[in-house]
């Protein structure tokens, strides 16, 4: 599967953006889906999953709140609403995929995330 992540962009502090994840190559429904993110000088991190079914979803404590996953498996895409977005969210935004045969499975651990997007920008000024 190919995932082309887009939507980033500059925002003002307590804005918002929706990020999306396209998928193509094959069906999405197939994988469970991920948000991680890579800020200047620091590690990759992860900020939020979702399992095949949509049915299970796991945050970071730092978005917890602010940030909502969905998918629509029927148009390929993975979304990411973020809400009151503060500057230590600045980041470029990478989706990922688990391939998985469990519908439930929700996974933060980068090594399980074997597909990934190209990353899209997300800047957020204070």
């Known amino acids: 599967v190919q995932l082309q992540a887009s939507g980033g962009g500059l925002v003002q502090a307590g804005g918002s953006l929706r990020l999306s994840c396209t998928a193509s190559?094959?069906?999405?429904?197939?994988?469970?889906m991920g948000w991680f993110r890579q800020a200047p000088g620091k590690e990759r991190e992860f900020v939020v999953g979702i399992s095949r079914s949509g049915g299970s979803t796991y945050y970071a404590d730092s978005v917890k709140g602010r940030f909502t996953i969905s998918r629509d498996n029927a148009r390929n895409q993975v979304y990411l609403q973020m809400n009151s977005l503060i500057p230590e969210d600045t980041a470029v935004y990478y989706c990922a995929a688990d391939y998985t045969t469990t519908l439930k499975r929700v996974t933060s651990r980068e090594l399980d995330y074997g597909y990934w997007g190209q990353g899209t920008q997300v800047t957020v000024s204070s």
């Open positions: 190559g094959r069906t999405v429904s197939a994988y469970a």
